[in-house]
């Protein structure tokens, strides 16, 4: 029973002592109310019914420095749309588009909606998914961290396993990300990396370092079987890159591609897969590739070494070898 139920259960009392007994004083005196409003109540049922009774409902007061509708509407869709967002990378793409609005403001959007935790804005991305019609599919190291002075001196380089997809199998992500930059690319292949696919991702580091500019000197990377073996090793001699190995059983000495997996991981590829289903390696492919433009290039990375700024802009700062 609700409490305006509790309230209108004792106001139906009231009348019916009073009906009964015959004495309005007396009713007054055994519920503790006033002549004033006891009349109050039966001027309401005797015109409107007894239903009259029942307490109204109080519209929320809209106060003058409230949060305008439109920015609320915006958090909201927002917060569906890239549900894995934290409030301070949805404040920043807010800010992007040129609503201002603190990130203790968003937390506080979005837990008087009930989307103040990931996996219930999750949850209401799948259902809007259902909704419409689209096919939804649900599927972090930190730790030491290299430097590096210029943009190539370091690129870290790892697998990471996506997925089992119908139609397409076992799918895996080859990434690297500068260390000096925390510039960011990847590369979608069908089955577990091996010597050869290695080799030819380092090609692609190579070349994707070129167009910025600059030249690859070091590529970090654990013990994995894709990076060992003189295949690999034949590999890096004909590209004059030093290969640096991490020690065994220890991810987080490769703490720069490990965070970045975390990161692709919720704001990428979960929230892709609530929205559609993947039939090929190009469509994975093509949604990576949309990710990382705003990765390297509009994304604010708030972390120690970033402080706010993108890769973009980190990159720009250093000088043309």
């Not at 890239?82 to 609005?101: E, F, K, S, W, Y």
């Not at 990428?268 to 433009?293: K, T, V």
């Not at 509009?298 to 706010?308: D, E, I, K, T, V």
């Amino acid at each position: 029973m609700t409490r305006d139920q509790i309230i209108y259960q004792r106001r139906v009392q009231v009348l019916a002592h009073a009906a009964k007994t015959g004495n309005v004083s007396e009713t007054c005196r055994v519920f503790g109310i006033s002549r004033t409003r006891f009349y109050e109540w039966q001027r309401a049922a005797q015109r409107y019914g007894i239903e009259a009774l029942m307490p109204k409902a109080r519209r929320r007061p809209q106060l003058a420095n409230a949060t305008p509708t439109h920015v609320v509407e915006a958090v909201l869709t927002l917060a569906v749309l890239q549900p894995t967002l934290g409030c301070r990378q949805l404040a920043d793409r807010l800010r992007a588009r040129g609503l201002v609005i603190s990130k203790t403001t968003v937390n506080k959007i979005l837990h008087d909606h009930d989307l103040a935790r990931r996996p219930q804005r999750l949850t209401r991305a799948a259902s809007v998914a259902s909704a419409t019609g689209l096919v939804s599919r649900p599927l972090e190291p930190m730790g030491f961290c290299h430097w590096a002075a210029r943009p190539g001196d370091l690129v870290a380089a790892d697998g990471f396993y996506i997925g089992n997809l119908k139609g397409i199998g076992p799918v895996w992500q080859l990434t690297a990300v500068d260390t000096a930059t925390r510039m960011a690319m990847v590369w979608i292949i069908a089955g577990a990396p091996n010597n050869a696919l290695a080799g030819t991702f380092l090609g692609k580091i190579v070349a994707w370092m070129r167009r910025h500019g600059h030249h690859v000197r070091a590529v970090l990377t654990d013990n994995g079987p894709e990076w060992r073996g003189a295949g690999i090793t034949a590999a890096f001699a004909a590209r004059e890159l030093r290969h640096i190995k991490t020690p065994p059983r220890s991810p987080n000495f490769n703490a720069v591609c490990e965070r970045f997996h975390g990161t692709i991981l919720d704001e990428c590829w979960r929230p892709a897969f609530h929205r559609r289903a993947f039939r090929n390696l190009g469509q994975l492919r093509s949604e990576a590739n949309a990710w990382l433009i705003d990765y390297n290039h509009h994304r604010a990375n708030h972390g120690a070494f970033m402080q706010g700024r993108t890769p973009a802009a980190v990159l720009a700062t250093h000088q043309r070898s």
